[in-house]
């Protein structure tokens, strides 16, 4: 998810849980909850330190505990500089016990809502490799956003309104209209869920150019929440075809684009092997290879047919691999997918 997505999500956390808190406090989890996301730094260095940095380190199990500490001593200095807390607010013991369970929250709460994007994060990392991903929610996504900013602000309009007419606020400041944010939120992502599985099972019940499915994926779209970017595999080909949970819309299997997998070659084998190859097919879902002839010899580039499907440019990467005409390889790089020619 994208950093205010992140942020506004810890800042409910913080409020509807965690109620009359000082802002030292709240500053806190927010840090906790969004720390993960300085990872985005990493496309300033480029396509290859992006793949290699973005969803890995600071999205791991390590990462999250990295996080909570990094925001416990940013709480516990300003807290310390600041006084002894006010009356109202919590005794230092229960402030250092509450501050840890919240932050801990924040951003193990982080960590849940990039699993449900497509792009994978590597939990295990640095002992293993792979990437995990549930594929319910897109990277940006307005509806959630929206119920966020709903849920804690309007309630702050309705208090102003109370305050003037004289009405006494009972429950602590915009707690309520919190929990109703995260309830919603909730509620939004199982709907998501369900319609994921749904959008699965339409896409594995038909075959594709006479060639049964070996596996699908459905992808969500950022604007509409009923619909679903799905890229099949058969034995010969790649399809990207859209789905939609609207009752009126049928599914037809013959509006798939479909793509040829290029025949074994040299060429082609070679590049596979390299490490260029293998860290990018690594953190992809449903590569496609394409293999074209240069004045030299061969251009093999790798494709995320996710990146593909979902319409992803800002983004998307390739690998890139030159041969000569003996497929030696000559060049290897991770690519920004924009810079590419071979589709």
């Known amino acids: 998810m994208d950093p205010a997505t992140h942020a506004l999500?810890?800042?409910?956390?913080?409020?509807?849980?965690?109620?009359?808190?000082?802002?030292?406090?709240?500053?806190?989890?927010?840090?906790?909850g969004a720390l993960a996301d300085m990872d985005l730094l990493m496309g300033l260095f480029g396509p290859s330190a992006y793949l290699v940095g973005r969803f890995t380190l600071t999205h791991s199990?390590?990462?999250?505990?990295?996080a909570v500490i990094v925001a416990a001593l940013f709480y516990f200095v300003v807290r310390q500089k600041g006084g002894p807390p006010q009356k109202a607010g919590p005794t230092?013991?229960?402030?250092?016990?509450?501050?840890?369970?919240?932050?801990?929250?924040?951003?193990?709460?982080?960590?849940?809502?990039?699993?449900?994007i497509s792009r994978g994060v590597t939990l295990l990392w640095p002992f293993h490799p792979t990437r995990f991903a549930w594929d319910f929610l897109p990277e940006i996504d307005p509806w959630i956003l929206a119920l966020l900013i709903a849920g804690m602000f309007l309630p702050e309009l309705f208090r102003l309104v109370g305050t003037e007419i004289g009405a006494k606020q009972k429950s602590p400041r915009g707690r309520n209209g919190a929990l109703v944010a995260l309830a919603l939120l909730v509620f939004y992502v199982g709907v998501r869920v369900v319609a994921h599985g749904n959008a699965l099972a339409r896409l594995d019940a038909h075959s594709y150019r006479g060639e049964s499915p070996r596996q699908v994926g459905a992808f969500p779209d950022s604007f509409s929440p009923i619909t679903w970017h799905g890229v099949v595999e058969t034995a010969?080909?790649?399809?990207?075809?859209?789905?939609?949970?609207?009752?009126?819309?049928?599914?037809d299997p013959e509006s798939a684009v479909c793509a040829h997998k290029?025949?074994?070659?040299?060429?082609?084998?070679t590049a596979q092997k390299t490490q260029t190859a293998l860290a990018f097919l690594q953190a992809t879902q449903f590569p496609k290879a394409s293999v074209g002839a240069t004045s030299e010899g061969f251009e093999v580039v790798l494709r995320d047919m996710r990146?593909?499907?979902?319409?992803?440019?800002?983004?998307?990467?390739?690998a890139r691999i030159l041969l000569d005409r003996k497929a030696q390889v000559t060049s290897q790089s991770i690519v920004w997918a924009s810079s590419v020619t071979l589709r």
């Open 9 to 32: 999500t810890s800042f409910a956390l913080a409020r509807g849980f965690f109620p009359r808190r000082s802002w030292r406090f709240v500053t806190a989890v927010l840090l906790a």
């Open 61 to 66: 199990l390590i990462g999250c505990a990295i």
């Open 92 to 116: 230092s013991a229960e402030g250092h016990s509450s501050f840890v369970l919240a932050a801990t929250l924040a951003a193990v709460l982080h960590l849940l809502m990039d699993l449900a």
């Open 236 to 251: 010969s080909q790649v399809c990207t075809v859209d789905v939609s949970e609207a009752g009126t819309w049928r599914f």
């Open 262 to 269: 290029p025949e074994d070659s040299a060429a082609l084998t």
């Open 307 to 318: 990146d593909i499907a979902q319409n992803e440019s800002l983004h998307a990467l390739a």
